[in-house]
């Protein structure tokens, strides 16, 4: 199984500004998805990119993929306190997710 | 409703005790999951169920046992647990998978944070 590198492992910012973090992973996928975790709960599924999809939207998250690079990266836009939790990437393997290394996202007011 | 609701919430367990940990969704998936997380990691997947079939076993140690009795619910046995065991067991459900084909969106419950004395 392969597990996605992150990077940054944490990440501080303020209310208001822009949050980026990148998953690098090692073989092929037939999807990449990115999911948040607060506090040590469960996870919860944020968008699902399709390996022949370059970007993909949703409300304030904006997904890219790059499959040349073995890369994708979430922007969260505008960003709130809410948003403080930890967010993982994961493969799609041989028909099981593989989960990311994570980012700690702090967003303070 | 695409709640995966998970019991008990908490749970403190000696190394000889049998306990078990339940997990029950009604979005008609026909794939769960049983994952297994640490302080600061990201999940770690255990067991995965399809059809109510084990389709994939994670090399996991025998002191942990699954079952499906049927396609709504999945427990995950435990017997003869060691402290490094301490952890957040995570269930989660998706439509089924193909095999070598592509992971659908997994819905997760809260997870059970076990702890091993």
Redesign the interface.
């Known amino acids: 199984?392969q597990?996605g590198e992150e990077d940054p492992q944490a990440l501080s910012i303020q209310e208001g500004e822009n949050a980026t973090m990148n998953c690098s992973y090692k073989t092929s996928i037939?999807?990449l998805?990115w999911?948040r975790q607060n506090s040590?709960?469960?996870?919860?599924?944020l968008i699902?990119i399709?390996s022949n999809e370059r970007e993909k939207h949703s409300g304030r998250l904006r997904v890219t993929l790059d499959t040349s690079k073995k890369s994708s990266s979430l922007l969260i836009t505008a960003s709130r306190a809410a948003d403080t939790a930890s967010y993982?990437c994961?493969m799609?393997?041989?028909?099981?997710?593989?989960?990311?290394?994570?980012t700690?996202l702090l967003v303070t007011p | 409703d695409t709640e995966v609701t998970q019991t008990p919430k908490h749970l403190v367990m000696g190394m000889t005790n049998k306990k078990s940990l339940k997990c029950e969704q009604h979005m008609g998936h026909r794939a769960m999951y049983w994952y297994k997380q640490k302080a600061k990691k990201p999940p770690e997947l255990m067991f995965v169920y399809s059809y109510e079939k084990l389709s994939i076993n994670e090399s996991v140690p025998s002191r942990f046992s699954p079952e499906c009795p049927n396609s709504s619910l999945l427990n995950l046995h435990l017997h003869a647990l060691q402290p490094e065991d301490s952890a957040l067991y995570l269930c989660a459900s998706s439509q089924p998978i193909l095999s070598q084909g592509p992971a659908y969106e997994q819905y997760f419950g809260p997870g059970t944070r076990l702890t091993v004395t």
């Open positions: 199984s597990q037939n999807n998805q999911y040590g709960r469960g996870l919860v599924h699902l399709r993982f994961a799609s393997g041989r028909g099981a997710l593989n989960f990311g290394k994570g700690s």
